[in-house]
């Protein structure tokens, strides 16, 4: 007899007639007539070639050989079992790959915590992550290029929670200061808006947040900062303003732990108000994939 030739109903059945010692009531736990589970033993009996069970003025008593037979067939359903319940296990398991923006620094936006939540509630995830400028983060998150993604908003101009096409989390708000290199104390503390620009800055790119935020000072001004260097990283920022090259934009927390301690100048009349904000299309906000995203998200910020 080969493994193949053992149909698991008569495994069942044997094992079930062992156990109940009686015929008929092996039918009923197994919802089958009495012949079919007396044919089921019979086949049994055959393709091992062994004598099963004796009859009893009681019912069905097992032989030598069916006796040993029995853990051997209560070993082979319970692995059985095993195996259909890791298969539902696997049906009801979110994979796929996730696309994700992120900004600015890990420690400021929690991505380390963010994705330990992730790959702890869904391990068959696998993510990419595409760091990027806010801008541009979210221009691909409505392209769906990306699936979720890190953004920033000006304080009073919430654009992603203004556009229908997304769902947006707003997970922190803060301030950005006007740093200016060690020595230019004098050029900037007490000075407004207008004074600033006549400054010499750091520029960005039209899709970093620095760039749209300055534009929402400096336009309505009809004022049009001296841009001397043009830069697309924060650290890049910090390094041109130990230079004494010009003026930045840097997040509150910072700015103050650089002035402090490496004597840089900030702004004292002037500040901006921003928002990090986690971001992905409503559309496809139900999605396990992205849906896992943002129950991490949840237990990373919460």
Not at 32 to 53: N, W
Not at 259 to 265: E, F, V
Not at 275 to 285: I, Q
Request: charge should be neutral; charged fraction near 20%.
């Amino acid at each position: 007899m080969t493994t193949a030739a053992i149909d698991l109903q008569i495994l069942r059945a044997f094992v079930l007639a062992a156990k109940e010692g009686n015929v008929s009531r092996a039918a009923e736990r197994l919802h089958l007539t009495q012949p079919a589970v007396s044919l089921q033993l019979k086949r049994f009996a055959e393709e091992t070639g062994l004598v099963l069970f004796t009859r009893t003025p009681h019912g069905l008593a097992l032989t030598a050989d069916g006796a040993a037979m029995l853990p051997q067939a209560e070993r082979v359903l319970a692995a059985v079992g095993d195996l259909q319940q890791a298969a539902r296990k696997l049906q009801g398991t979110v994979r796929g790959a996730l696309r994700i923006g992120t900004i600015l620094d890990p420690e400021f936006t929690r991505l380390g915590v963010f994705l330990r939540e992730l790959v702890e509630a869904a391990p068959q995830i696998e993510t990419e992550l595409r760091h990027g400028m806010s801008g541009s983060v979210l221009a691909q998150v409505l392209r769906g290029d990306l699936d979720v993604g890190f953004h920033l908003d000006p304080g009073d101009h919430d654009q992603a929670a203004a556009t229908p096409a997304l769902s947006v989390r707003t997970l922190t708000r803060f301030t950005y200061r006007v740093v200016a290199p060690a020595g230019w104390g004098p050029q900037v503390q007490g000075r407004d808006w207008k004074a600033l620009a006549a400054l010499p800055w750091l520029a960005t790119p039209p899709e970093s947040a620095h760039h749209r935020l300055l534009e929402r000072v400096f336009a309505p001004l009809g004022l049009s900062p001296r841009r001397v260097a043009m830069v697309d990283q924060e650290a890049s920022m910090l390094d041109l303003l130990k230079s004494g090259i010009g003026l930045s934009l840097v997040r509150d927390s910072i700015a103050i732990r650089e002035c402090q301690a490496h004597g840089l100048a900030m702004a004292d009349r002037v500040q901006l108000d921003c928002a990090l904000r986690f971001v992905s299309l409503a559309s496809r906000r139900d999605e396990p994939v992205i849906a896992s995203a943002w129950d991490a998200l949840a237990k990373a910020w919460n």
